[in-house]
Structures are given as C-alpha cells and as structure tokens.
C-alpha cells in the first residue's frame, strides 16, 4: 500500500530550551507493527533439560560479529556448536573456521570461491568436509538447516534479510545482529516471525540492555526506553569546528574499535537514531518515549524507566561479546572466565556521566525520528541512503556535514512513493533505489568525484 506522506516538525520531546533546528521530515499513518517484546520479556517456560549443545547457524561468519560469536563457541563446546556457516570471500577464513568447528554446510559468494575453498581444505589437510552450496540459496540453506536451534545474522545491509525470513519460515529463533532486518524489514519480518512462534534476540549492546531490564516486567510497566550514545568522534568539538573535519578525524572513535561505517555513523549518531527505530520495532515504545542521552564512558548500556519513575539499568565493560553471548543463551546465564570476561569494577569505571545530545552537532537524531514515524519502507531508505552518503564520504567525494542532508534529500525523494506494509521484495528495491539515488545525485554537481556502481 502507497501513501503521499506529508511533513512535520515533530522530533523527540525536549524542553523549549532544547528544541532542535527546523527539519523537513516525513510522517504518515501507517499501520502499526507487532513489536517483538511489546513492552515486555517473559520468559519461557521452563521445558525438558536439553541434551548435548545448543546448535546455531551463523551468517557472515568471517566477520565481526561470526569471528565474536565463534570464539564463544570454541570457549562454550558444552553449550555451542555451529552446524553450518555462510561467509562471503575470505575463504582462507572459512577454512580455518571449517577445520576448526566442523560444520556439515557452508556458503560462500560464487562458484570460484567454492573452488577456492576446496583448495584451501586441501592445503590444511581437512578431511570432514561439508557440503558446500553457492550464492544466495545457499546463505538461505545456511540460515535455515534443520539441526539448528538458533540462528546469528552476522550479515551486513539488506544482503542479511532473505536468510533471516528463512530461518524465521524454518521456525528458529534469531540472535539478532544485522540492524537492516527491523530498520528496513520490520513491517515484513515482525509478523512473519509472530506467524512462525519465533523470537528475535538482540545482540546489540544498547537492545541487549533494554531486553534484559525488561524481563520480569509486568504488562503495562513500561514509561520510557533511554538509550545511551557514546557521542562519537567530534563528541567535545565544538559544532563550529565540524565544517574543517576529515576523513580521518570521523573515524577517531574514543571509546570502540569498530569498522569505518559505524564508526562515522557514531560521529553524526545515525548510529543512535537507526537504534531508535529498532527500539521501536522491537519493543513496541511510541517514538515520544524513545529518549537518547549521551554517556561518555559507555558503561551504561542503556536503561528503561517504568510507570512509578523508577529506572533499570544494563551495565558492563564495553564489549560486543556480552550481548552475542546472551542471545545464544537466553534465558540461561552462563558462566564464564574472569580473564576472558573481566569484571565491572565500579572504582576502576570511575565517574559516570550523562548529558543532552546537541541536535545542531547531530542533526542525524531529528531525521532518524521522523523517519521511524513515516514506517514502512522510509526507515530502509532512510538507512541506504546513509550508508551510501558514508561510503561517498569516507571516498572524499562529500564533506561530513553533507552526509545528513544528503539522507534527508533521499527521504523527500522517496515521499510519494512510501510503501506502509511492504513485500520482501519491495523493500530491497527502494534499498537499492535509495542507494542509486544518492550517488547519481552527488555526481550531479561532482561528476568527476564519484565512482560508478
């Protein structure tokens, strides 16, 4: 269904003396969305003791969060295995993980990466070979094998949101790591994993937090969700300053180790306006009670406050692995070592600080807000549209305070044509539009400075 959607004002609720510049944003009726945790965790009931180790699926295994996610597998053989793994090109990777974990299938990109993986196994001597499947269909097999229980979405972008709608189809649960399956899929991938009686695990830190402190919760206790930002990069430079910025400066993060796109993404906080619409979808919170607060030493994961104003906290040392294992765990706690695992300590922590986010440095926010209250397919151009302003301008060919209002011109391009219930199918079209769309845009007035699709 398309709607014409108009324009508003209205971002996050702040006192007068905050209000954020004007923005043109979007809005629109679109029909509401069933959230994956309305408000509420309840935990499962408590069923027969499992024997031997939970098995998951894993995409995107050569990354970040399939590198993260196996080191807690090789550290938990009791409680873990992984039965198949779907990667991209780095074969000599898989190769390792192959050997390494043994799983009975794995993806990758091409037919020439499945020779060169069984070159690789050769090489290492690895006789218990899987199966090895190619392209698409194969992340798709990866996703949905029938041993697994489970199923971590390690892959980046939309390429992530087939695989997950077929695990959801092959009823496992998903251990959520990929932001595109709700940013962009939510109206399609909520309803199908509720159809399905499949649970959608977050395995960011700021959504592992909520989910935690939601547990236990009774129906209607819910006031307010708080997510915490680090503040990025420019988090002290004044707003002046922003015009001389540089590549190089933007991905100076002080608090994380991350890839380039995030790491600029923490510098406008598009990282923490893309959080909001994923706070929304899955956890069912109005936009008006979805607030940020910027935290500087990234302690406090994020909080949620309930209806007699008391507030529950998520806290930890920042590390990725905490919120990946509990996704693969839950409901359970697992132990685990001091020395892999160090404990808070509240006197090494030290001061822990909070303070308003500034809407003139982070124009990101007031964008991401009005996209999230358009629905439907505007949050996935929304977020296409930023990650390709990202990558022009971490090639130079855009300044740093270009990246929003390039965003936001791709969100008034997109207007008429908003979809409110989108198919799969329509969502990685305006995905790919949205992308198309920013490039061609930007070469129009730097030709020369923009590289071809």
Request: proline share 7%.
């Amino acid at each position: 269904m398309r709607c014409s959607a108009q324009f508003n004002t209205r971002g996050p609720t702040l006192p007068n003396s905050a209000r954020p510049r004007t923005c043109r944003v979007v809005s629109a009726s679109a029909a509401p969305v069933p959230s994956a945790w309305p408000g509420r965790v309840v935990l499962p009931e408590k069923s027969a003791s499992r024997t031997g180790p939970k098995k998951f699926s894993l995409l995107g295994s050569t990354g970040s969060i399939g590198t993260q996610t196996l080191d807690i597998v090789a550290e938990h053989p009791d409680r873990f295995q992984v039965v198949s793994l779907a990667a991209g090109g780095n074969v000599a990777l898989l190769a390792e993980q192959i050997a390494r974990f043994s799983p009975s299938l794995v993806s990758v990109r091409d037919s020439g990466g499945a020779r060169a993986l069984e070159a690789a196994l050769d090489a290492a001597g690895v006789e218990r070979r899987p199966e090895i499947q190619i392209g698409a269909a194969g992340i798709d097999a990866v996703a949905a094998h029938p041993e697994a229980d489970a199923c971590v979405t390690g892959i980046v972008g939309c390429a992530g949101l087939r695989p997950t709608m077929a695990a959801i189809e092959a009823g496992k649960d998903i251990c959520l790591a990929n932001k595109e399956t709700l940013i962009a899929g939510g109206p399609t991938v909520l309803p199908a994993a509720a159809k399905h009686g499949v649970s959608i695990l977050p395995a960011d830190s700021e959504h592992s937090a909520i989910f935690q402190c939601l547990q236990g919760l009774p129906e209607g206790g819910l006031r307010r969700i708080i997510l915490t930002a680090s503040g990025g990069a420019f988090r002290d430079l004044p707003v002046s300053e922003l015009p001389k910025v540089t590549v190089a400066d933007a991905l100076k993060h002080p608090n994380w180790a991350m890839g380039k796109k995030i790491t600029i993404d923490s510098a406008t906080l598009m990282n923490k306006g893309l959080e909001v619409i994923e706070a929304h979808y899955l956890f069912g919170a109005s936009y008006d009670n979805i607030d940020i607060v910027i935290h500087p030493q990234s302690i406090v994961h994020s909080m949620i406050e309930t209806q007699d104003s008391s507030v529950l906290a998520q806290l930890g040392w920042p590390d990725m692995r905490l919120p990946i294992l509990y996704t693969m765990s839950w409901p359970e706690r697992v132990p685990c070592s001091e020395v892999t695992w160090p404990r808070l300590d509240f006197v090494k922590a030290g001061n822990l600080t909070f303070r308003q986010p500034d809407h003139a440095k982070y124009p990101a926010m007031e964008l991401a807000y009005s996209a999230g209250r358009a629905g439907g397919t505007m949050t996935g151009v929304m977020s296409a549209a930023n990650e390709a302003a990202v990558e022009l301008f971490l090639e130079e060919a855009i300044g740093y305070l270009d990246i929003v209002p390039v965003v936001e011109a791709a969100c008034e391009a997109h207007r008429v044509e908003l979809v409110e219930r989108p198919s799969l199918e329509e969502i990685v079209h305006y995905d790919q539009w949205a992308r198309r769309h920013v490039r061609e845009s930007v070469a129009k007035r730097a030709p020369a400075a923009v590289p071809a699709l």
